[in-house]
């Protein structure tokens, strides 16, 4: 579904119990989309309504010309989160998606019942701007693609572990077609 929300079009799926009394809202990190969290929407659907949505710029979310600064992504959830009217839900948060989490925490305090945030930072150090900037440099100038096989290996072992190989796989394949 999508809906228009800090004046932006912003993609979302809703999936489990639509009357459960605890929701959970997953954010994804840098370069990806609410399919990272398949797995584990198929894991609470059961027993929680589980909101998963695509931050500006990612999967079928709208792309406005940047910057994209952290104090809008945490607007954009809030005003996603108001326009489906939940309220304090436990939230997860991976890379990105914990820097929004806590943006969005100091920024609308009690937004969150509890937040689980993984792989992320509150901050990076100076040093690692110049590594940014060229990503966004790349990004802007020749797309994702160029991005992709470096994310991947940053991302994932050359021998995943067994029963995981599966996954790796599809996401190596899945970037060539992109």
């Given at each position: 579904?999508?809906?228009?929300?800090?004046?932006?079009?912003?993609?979302?799926?809703?999936?489990?119990?639509?009357?459960?009394?605890?929701?959970?809202?997953?954010?994804?990190?840098?370069?990806?989309?609410?399919?990272m969290w398949d797995g584990e929407i198929e894991r609470h659907k059961a027993k929680h309504c589980v909101l998963a949505y695509d931050t500006r710029g990612h999967g079928q979310s709208a792309a406005p010309k940047g910057p994209y600064t952290l104090d809008a992504l945490a607007d954009d959830l809030q005003s996603l989160l108001k326009h489906l009217k939940i309220e304090k839900p436990h939230y997860v948060g991976l890379s990105m998606g914990g820097m929004i989490g806590q943006t969005a925490a100091l920024k609308y305090p009690g937004i969150f019942r509890s937040m689980t945030l993984a792989d992320t930072t509150s901050r990076y150090p100076a040093e690692a701007a110049p590594m940014w900037e060229e990503r966004i440099r790349t990004a802007e100038s020749k797309g994702m693609a160029p991005l992709v096989q470096p994310t991947l290996e940053r991302w994932f072992t050359a021998h995943p572990p067994t029963g995981r190989r599966a996954l790796v796989v599809f996401a190596r394949f899945s970037s060539r077609s992109t």
């Amino acid at each position: 579904m999508k809906a228009t929300v800090n004046g932006i079009e912003t993609y979302y799926e809703i999936h489990g119990k639509r009357d459960a009394a605890t929701w959970l809202v997953f954010s994804h990190s840098l370069a990806c989309s609410v399919r990272m969290w398949d797995g584990e929407i198929e894991r609470h659907k059961a027993k929680h309504c589980v909101l998963a949505y695509d931050t500006r710029g990612h999967g079928q979310s709208a792309a406005p010309k940047g910057p994209y600064t952290l104090d809008a992504l945490a607007d954009d959830l809030q005003s996603l989160l108001k326009h489906l009217k939940i309220e304090k839900p436990h939230y997860v948060g991976l890379s990105m998606g914990g820097m929004i989490g806590q943006t969005a925490a100091l920024k609308y305090p009690g937004i969150f019942r509890s937040m689980t945030l993984a792989d992320t930072t509150s901050r990076y150090p100076a040093e690692a701007a110049p590594m940014w900037e060229e990503r966004i440099r790349t990004a802007e100038s020749k797309g994702m693609a160029p991005l992709v096989q470096p994310t991947l290996e940053r991302w994932f072992t050359a021998h995943p572990p067994t029963g995981r190989r599966a996954l790796v796989v599809f996401a190596r394949f899945s970037s060539r077609s992109t």
